[in-house]
């Protein structure tokens, strides 16, 4: 029964999070705790840029950013709103899983860890 419960819990927290990215040495993920005003969340690293829409967010609250990043490196976010744009940059190595929150004002750290 407990199985059941979490395999039914993971299924429907998957519907939730839209996923960006090609790679898995790093994994960022990105909670946007209010939506209202948002109208773009863009990831940059390795020269590689992903974004997701407005029309994204509607069906998705959680961003995971995936990429390759053998060693040290940095990945920046940003989050656009009609009359403003903010953005975050960290440090980060091969097996770091970042945990942010934001909203339209804010890019917050929960957790920046590696393995």
């Not at 996923?19 to 590689?48: H, M, P, T």
């Not at 976010?77 to 929150?101: F, K, M, Q, W």
Request: with cysteine; hydrophobic share 35%; aromatic share 6%.
């Amino acid at each position: 029964m407990i199985l059941t419960i979490s395999i039914l819990t993971g299924c429907s927290s998957d519907n939730r999070t839209l996923k960006l990215g090609k790679g898995d040495d790093v994994i960022v993920n990105l909670e946007v705790l209010d939506k209202a005003g948002i109208i773009k969340i863009e990831f940059q690293a390795n020269g590689n840029i992903e974004a997701m829409n407005s029309d994204d967010l509607e069906n998705h609250k959680i961003v995971s950013f995936g990429f390759e990043n053998k060693g040290e490196g940095t990945f920046k976010v940003c989050v656009y709103s009609l009359n403003d744009a903010i953005c975050s940059e960290h440090y980060v190595e091969g097996g770091y899983r970042p945990e942010l929150t934001c909203t339209k004002k804010k890019i917050e750290v929960k957790k920046h860890i590696g393995y």
